[in-house]
T-cell receptor, first 115, second 114 residues
Framework: AQSVAQPEDQVNVAEGNPLTVKCTYS??????LFWYVQYPNRGLQFLLK??????LVKGSYGFEAEFNKSQTSFHLKKPSALVSDSALYFC?????????????FGQGTTLQVKP | EAGVAQSPRYKIIEKRQSVAFWCNPI?????LYWYQQILGQGPKLLIQ????????DSQLPKDRFSAERLKGVDSTLKIQPAKLEDSAVYLC????????????FGPGTRLTVL
């Protein structure tokens, strides 16, 4: 079955330290992978995506993600965390093709950045 | 450009009542999605439209949920009658249908069924 897993419900990090939010996937074929962030009472905001090419993808707000095909992972990273990065983060994979494709989301990881 | 608009932002109803949510996608986006996000879970796709046609409604509880996108732009999602377990955030998203099909989300409607 095609799926996405975010193994950590919550990640705690001190401001200024690097952060990693983990994501693994299980799909057939080449994956399209996405990260979204959700702030309280807000919709999901697109951060970045991997389609093809360079395994290190750069996105909004200083975030980046590393695609690792052998480990079927797409971890979200940031070199120096900010308190304002505290939010709920979702990894997603696109399944299907063309206009019939859809996103499957992980359960989400709450990132808590402490001053 | 304007983002995805949704209304209302919050709705409280009694079980067995009906409710409707409205979504206006990003201008020019042919594909529109409705998701249900239950607290503590990731969004789950309910229905996907391509212009005014349904592409995927496999996870839509059709005995109580319905959706339409009559002119290929705005969309309405309806629940009738509502159950307690329908309490969730209902998210609308749209995509241009090109490239990686990145979806852009609206702010959502938080539904509480009492």
């Amino acid at each position: 079955a095609q799926s996405v897993a975010q193994p950590e419900d919550q990640v705690n990090v001190a401001e200024g330290n690097p952060l990693t939010v983990k994501c693994t996937y299980s799909v057939s074929g080449n994956p399209y992978l996405f990260w979204y962030v959700q702030y309280p009472n807000r919709g999901l905001q697109f951060l970045l995506k991997y389609i093809t090419g360079d395994n290190l993808v750069k996105g909004s707000y200083g975030f980046e993600a590393e695609f690792n095909k052998s480990q079927t992972s797409f971890h979200l990273k940031k070199p120096s965390a900010l308190v304002s990065d505290s939010a709920l983060y979702f990894c997603a994979v696109r399944v299907g093709s063309g206009n019939t494709g859809k996103l499957i989301f992980g359960q989400g990881t709450t990132l808590q950045v402490k001053p | 450009e304007a983002g995805v608009a949704q209304s209302p932002r919050y709705k409280i109803i009694e079980k067995r009542q009906s409710v409707a949510f409205w979504c206006n996608p990003i201008s020019g986006h042919a594909t529109l999605y409705w998701y249900q996000q239950i607290l503590g879970q990731g969004p789950k796709l309910l229905i996907q439209f391509q212009n005014n046609g349904v592409v995927d409604d496999s996870q839509l509880p059709k005995d109580r949920f319905s959706a339409e996108r009559l002119k290929g732009v705005d969309s309405t999602l309806k629940i009738q009658p509502a159950k307690l377990e329908d309490s969730a955030v209902y998210l609308c998203a749209s995509s241009s249908g090109q490239g990686a099909y990145t979806q852009y989300f609206g702010p959502g409607t938080r539904l509480t069924v009492l």
